[in-house]
Nanobody
Framework: QVQLVESGGGLVQPGGSLRLSCAAS????????MGWYRQAPGKQRELVAA???????NYADSAKGRFTISRDNAKNTVYLQMSSLKPEDTAVYYC?????????????WGQGTQVTVSS
């Protein structure tokens, strides 16, 4: 069992930056693929960025060049550094931990943190 707690959201002006953190409790954090997703009002949840347990990175086109995902296995934490934020980045951001299709029962989500980009 893994519990995920996101933090770092808030209100930021366009062009600003935020760093989201997702702290995981439980065992074997390093064995999980980690991802950040977001859901805006009236829209489906979408992948923003992911970092596999072997370190492979994946970004949504909207995040490339502006967002950076990283993980610290010693701290059981994954980060999302966001810069050059736009109003369309406004959403609830969720952290996800999973072990892939071979282990479907190992799939966990955090409660989300609100990011609002507005002047």
């Amino acid at each position: 069992q893994v519990q995920l707690v996101e933090s770092g959201g808030g209100l930021v002006q366009p062009g600003g930056s935020l760093r989201l953190s997702c702290a995981a409790s439980g065992n074997a954090f390093s064995m999980y693929d980690m991802g950040w997703y977001r859901q805006a009002p009236g829209k489906q949840r979408e992948l923003v960025a992911a970092i596999a347990r072997i370190g492979t990175l994946n970004y949504a086109d909207s995040a490339k060049g502006r967002f950076t995902i990283s993980r610290d296995n010693a701290k059981n934490t994954v980060y999302l550094q966001m810069s050059s934020l736009k109003p369309e980045d406004t959403a609830v951001y969720y952290c996800r931990a999973n072990r892939g299709s071979l282990f479907p029962g190992y799939d966990y989500w955090g409660q989300g943190t609100q990011v609002t980009v507005s002047s």
